[in-house]
């Protein structure tokens, strides 16, 4: 900042405003763990379970069962004793990717007479629960009604409508993965969208095409964010624009404009149509995974303490987080892989200084004499835990076990 002196009495003084420093965000409550689908390991604010099963999902099917995480057990009990907000950050066990949009389809034609995609789009969510096409095209993956094979609850589909070749216009629907002709779920609507990049509707403005992934500084890892344009959907990013449109009308407001081969701009808008979502890469099921009061140190829902690493360095981040109580309901001390991680999110709870870590200490069918020594070998001030595991219903609708961070908040809230 600097200031100026005009005369006795009078100055002038410059706020240096190049940066803009966001503010931190806030939530009531932070919750490490896995989720049916949704962002990894991006922290995202939940204001309800509803909010958070758009978001992450509930169940979803290993084996002949569906299974639940101790993760929507926590944040739906969290909400139901009183929570407000709820920041989740969901990990898992392997390589998870996007799913990429089928072929979107445009007049204009490559060299080898395939039609050329004006624009791609790709899956906020990570993981193959976001496929519903088996590659570029929807060839042979729908029903007679238009309704998807593999369409579900936790996937969606992309429409394009209203094509307008006067303006340069055109409608983007996100449709529900289990709709069809006859009965489409529409989750999202964007209107009048362009492909021309001083538009003030401009594909990539409206929607956004910022993705985020895992970075590291020396020991500390966050989040790091790719795109100029903030994200307006909640499902879906342009992750690239193949055919601009740049002053699609003249100065006339009439004349359409042509690209550098001397091709109508009106060949570069995409055809009305509607596509599906492929190549998304992991899986929720694996083999051998425990659920509930099965759960061990060589596997909880199909993770180690070691898969919550990057999550609890991520939350470390004060300027960035901020919450009162923070948990990772799964991982049980007394586990051997567990105990590191749980340690690490105590740590995390007495460097800031502003929260707690409700943690589990014991297994389930453990006694109290047990979980009083285990308790007895944690010493700090930024830590609670409760016993016992105690039996609850889950959302597929059985009654299953589950630890204290699983099922009550009450306490801490």
């Not at 101790?70 to 950050?89: D, E, I, P, R």
């Not at 709709?179 to 990049?197: I, M, R, Y």
């Not at 100029?228 to 449109?245: C, G, L, M, P, R």
């Not at 979980?371 to 609708?397: C, E, F, K, L, R």
């Amino acid at each position: 900042m600097a200031e100026t002196i005009i005369s006795p009495g009078v100055f002038t003084r410059e706020n240096d405003i190049s940066l803009v420093q966001p503010a931190p965000v806030e939530a009531g409550a932070a919750i490490i763990g896995p989720t049916a689908k949704g962002p990894v390991e991006e922290p995202i604010v939940v204001t309800s379970y509803n909010d958070y099963i758009r978001r992450f999902g509930t169940t979803f099917e290993s084996g002949s069962s569906k299974y639940e995480y101790f993760t929507s057990l926590a944040v739906k009990n969290y909400f139901q004793q009183g929570g407000n907000s709820c920041l989740v950050t969901r990990v898992v066990s392997g390589s998870f990717t996007s799913g990429t949009s089928t072929h979107i389809s445009s007049s204009l034609v490559a060299s080898d007479s395939s039609s050329i995609q004006p624009f791609v789009l790709k899956t906020i969510g990570k993981g193959d629960i976001f496929n519903n096409s088996t590659g570029t095209t929807d060839a042979g993956v729908q029903f007679s009604d238009g309704s998807l094979k593999s369409g579900s609850l936790d996937n969606i589909r992309w429409e394009v409508a209203n094509v307008d070749s006067n303006k340069g216009t055109f409608t983007l629907l996100v449709r529900r993965g289990d709709d069809s002709t006859s009965a489409k779920v529409v989750l999202e609507t964007f209107n009048n969208v362009s492909l021309d990049p001083n538009s003030g509707n401009y594909i990539e403005s409206v929607i956004g095409n910022q993705y985020k992934s895992v970075s590291t500084d020396g020991s500390k890892s966050y989040v790091k964010t790719f795109g100029e344009y903030t994200n307006k959907s909640n499902y879906i990013y342009v992750s690239a624009v193949n055919n601009q449109t740049l002053n699609y009308l003249g100065t006339d407001g009439s004349t359409i404009g042509t690209d550098v081969n001397g091709v109508t701009y009106a060949n570069s808008l995409p055809i009305a149509s509607s596509g599906s979502f492929h190549g998304a890469v992991g899986a929720n099921d694996k083999a051998g995974m425990k659920f509930f009061q099965n759960i061990s140190s060589g596997d909880s829902q199909g993770l180690l303490g070691s898969n919550y690493t990057d999550a609890i360095s991520i939350l470390e981040n004060q300027d960035e987080y901020q919450f009162n109580i923070i948990s990772v309901p799964g991982l049980i001390y007394e586990f051997g892989n567990h105990s590191s991680a749980i340690d690490s999110v105590i740590s995390l709870a007495e460097t800031r200084g502003d929260c707690i870590a409700v943690v589990d200490l014991r297994g389930y069918g453990s006694t109290v004499s047990n979980a009083v020594s285990t308790d007895n070998s944690i010493n700090s001030s930024y830590a609670a835990s409760y016993w016992p595991w105690v039996q609850v219903q889950s959302a597929a609708g059985r009654i299953v076990w589950a630890p204290f961070s699983s099922y009550s908040w009450s306490i801490c809230i």
